[in-house]
C-alpha cells in the first residue's frame, strides 16, 4: 500500500489498528447503481460478522492505488468511507 493516504475525516488510527483497509477485490460487485460490498470475517480487522453494503457510485471515493479500501467507523456497521479505482466508464 505504498504511498496511499486515507483522508483524516475517513479513518481513526493508524494502518495496522485503524478502521480503514483496503478489502478483496471479490468482496465488491459494480452494480447499476454503484457498488455492492459484502464483508465476512476475515475481509477486515474490524468485522466479526457479514455485511452487506450498498453504495451509489457518486458516495465512492477515487483510489489512487487501484484497489478497493473501505473505512468501518464508529462500529462494524457503519461504512464511512469507500475508496474503489475508477470504473472505466
Do not use: W
Amino acid at each position: 500500500m505504498s504511498g496511499f493516504k486515507y483522508d483524516s475525516y475517513c479513518c481513526n488510527g493508524n494502518n495496522h489498528t485503524g478502521d480503514c483497509q483496503r478489502i478483496p477485490t471479490r468482496n465488491v460487485r459494480i452494480t447499476s447503481g454503484g457498488y455492492e460490498i459484502i464483508l465476512k470475517p476475515g475481509d477486515h480487522r474490524l468485522v466479526t460478522r457479514t455485511h452487506d453494503f450498498q453504495l451509489p457510485q457518486s458516495e465512492a471515493r477515487r483510489s489512487t492505488d487501484s484497489e478497493y479500501h473501505i473505512c468501518l467507523y464508529p462500529t462494524e456497521d457503519t461504512l464511512r468511507c469507500f475508496y474503489a479505482p475508477d470504473m472505466g466508464f
